[in-house]
């Protein structure tokens, strides 16, 4: 497993060591040793799978209590996905990451606790697959306006994104719930 860190340190990229032949492919997509030697804690509480169309835009999401980190990846089609650091003593508060997720390259991300996270669509579907280290509370629960002129995330997008009425509802980021 190779881990590479992000631009933001505490975003991971995770790379299974992927074996492959004209059979097909194997690879550990979660192995609890490994992970926590990467720092990346093992306690994972729920597993959820969304699947989406092109043009889908999830997120930007985060809770404030019961706060989730998230290990997420891609087993069908392809995603960019974005963490936007919301923790106010943070040196990259106000900051994002994004990355693309596939099937093909298999790689994960980690997203700790303390971020907001979404992602868009880019292929014509995607399924995702995400770990959490806590529970989804949704009185907890707030979303990050997706297209804050002040976060300018670049994301891949051709045309106008399909959003959730939450999502489009989301706070910018200087009117939104941080960490400290």
């Given at each position: 497993m190779?881990i590479?860190?992000?631009?933001?340190?505490?975003?991971?990229?995770?790379e299974?060591?992927?074996f492959?032949?004209?059979r097909?492919f194997?690879?550990?997509?979660?192995?609890?040793?490994?992970?926590?030697?990467?720092?990346?804690?093992g306690?994972?509480?729920?597993?959820?799978?969304?699947?989406?169309?092109?043009?889908v835009?999830r997120g930007?999401h985060?809770q404030?209590?019961?706060?989730?980190?998230?290990?997420?990846?891609v087993?069908s089609?392809?995603?960019?996905?974005?963490?936007?650091?919301?923790?106010?003593?943070?040196?990259?508060?106000?900051?994002?990451?994004?990355?693309?997720?596939?099937?093909d390259?298999?790689?994960?991300?980690?997203?700790?606790?303390?971020?907001a996270?979404?992602f868009?669509?880019?292929?014509?579907?995607?399924?995702?697959?995400?770990?959490?280290?806590?529970?989804?509370?949704?009185?907890?629960e707030?979303?990050?306006?997706?297209?804050?002129?002040?976060?300018?995330?670049?994301?891949?997008?051709?045309?106008?994104?399909?959003?959730?009425?939450?999502?489009?509802?989301?706070?910018?980021?200087?009117?939104?719930?941080?960490?400290?």
């Open positions: 190779n590479i860190p992000t631009r933001i340190p505490d975003v991971l990229i995770i299974p060591k992927v492959g032949d004209e097909g194997f690879y550990e997509s979660y192995n609890r040793r490994a992970m926590t030697d990467a720092g990346i804690p306690d994972f509480v729920q597993d959820n799978h969304s699947r989406s169309a092109r043009g835009l930007l985060y404030t209590q019961q706060t989730q980190g998230k290990l997420v990846r087993i089609g392809n995603v960019y996905d974005v963490a936007v650091d919301l923790r106010k003593s943070s040196p990259t508060f106000g900051q994002w990451v994004g990355i693309e997720l596939s099937a390259n298999k790689r994960m991300a980690w997203i700790p606790p303390g971020f996270h979404g868009t669509v880019t292929s014509d579907s995607a399924e995702f697959l995400y770990k959490t280290t806590d529970y989804w509370a949704p009185q907890f707030r979303s990050l306006l997706w297209n804050d002129p002040a976060l300018a995330i670049d994301w891949p997008l051709d045309g106008t994104p399909l959003v959730a009425a939450k999502d489009a509802a989301g706070l910018p980021l200087a009117q939104c719930e941080v960490f400290p």
